[in-house]
DNA sequence: GTCTATAGACGGATAGAC
DNA sequence: GTCTATCCGTCTATAGAC
């Protein structure tokens, strides 16, 4: 709802002039990304800057502030398709559209989406944070549940997670070798949709096939 | 090819009696992957373990020497793969037999690779560590290599690399949820094996299918 | 092999001037 | 909104006794 800024911010090459608190925002979100949040000082990205670490303290109330804003941006935007999702018809049709917005999601933040790969431990204990790593968990669970029949076999489960994992991970892994995102956007949405039809007709291998 | 001690203390639920050394270990990978790297001192791992941070100086030189004995005992169990893998005929048999065997590794040592998952950054930066998270992406690009044709289409190896993450992330997000080992062994590999297969055949819809 | 004590460094956060 | 200066805590690592 509230975040289509950090988006933009990462697709800048360099912030250019505007609000220091989305520069702020970008800076860090870049070294978060490249050295993780606990490697990374306040100095660090104040220097970067070419401002003073107090500086900072008037834009976030503390370091936990900087990712936790970044976080929420992400996570918004998930739980804002986990809800539009849910009230949607559970159709084929659906499943496809889920994952195409969910490859929209990651493709365009995937700096924030390597950003929160990279400091899963950091993110896990933030200190409002449910428990744990529950904050990815939680979402992860509540999309496979869209993507399977309601009490879907093991095997179902875990065919459905695959789709999500295979959007994710294949524009991490991916995103620099696709030659632009039409290229990307087929190649992981192929795999994913495979997996997603193929776990609506009952499963056809779930045994006997392993070796 | 050192590589049996950490799984089997991993696979206890406490170190019970034994060498120092692997106590440590053991007492550190649980809370490397609870609480992350950086946020673990030494002072917790000597006081879960009743002794006094010097101590651990007596077995490891420093604390990144802890973590950095745990990557590479599983690091070197994937290497061992990718070696054992690259001498053998690139067959359908032997692509079901590196996932097969990958899954070996992670499904044993799924706490290492929780640990790991949750501390990339902190890994990533280790000292003597390549680059980034280089360590990680070149076991990745291998493992992609040998499920692949030479020289496949990004789309192939896209669904290469979703086997395998579907193997890692279905092992850490199903673990518990699964019955026995065997029940996620069929569920995991026959996502891994379908997708790997698929790769096999040219790309039967790269394109046009995707909504 | 394990202890006590401490050095030495650095980080987050605040106070208060401008 | 940004700066200087500083406080306070914690951490890694080492020295040296037992």
Redesign the interface.
Known sequence: MVNRRVDEIAAETFPARGGTRERIQSVALDL?A??????TSLREIAERLGVTKAALYYHFKSKEDIIASLVSDYFGQIDDLIAWARQQPRTRETR??VL?RYFQIVAEGSDVFRML??????I??LAHAKQ??ELF?ER?DALVDLLCRPGG???E???A??AL??VS??CM??GD??ADRE?????????A???AD?GDRA?S???G???
């Open positions: 978060f490249e050295q993780g949040y606990e490697r496809a559209e195409d790969q990279q400091n899963q431990a950091s896990g204990s744990r790593s968990r992860m076999s093991l095997a489960q875990v065919r997670a695959s994992v295979s991970f294949g892994f991916y070798k696709a290229e990307l956007r087929d190649a992981v949405l192929g795999v949709l495979e997996l193929a499963d291998r779930t045994s096939s392993t070796r």
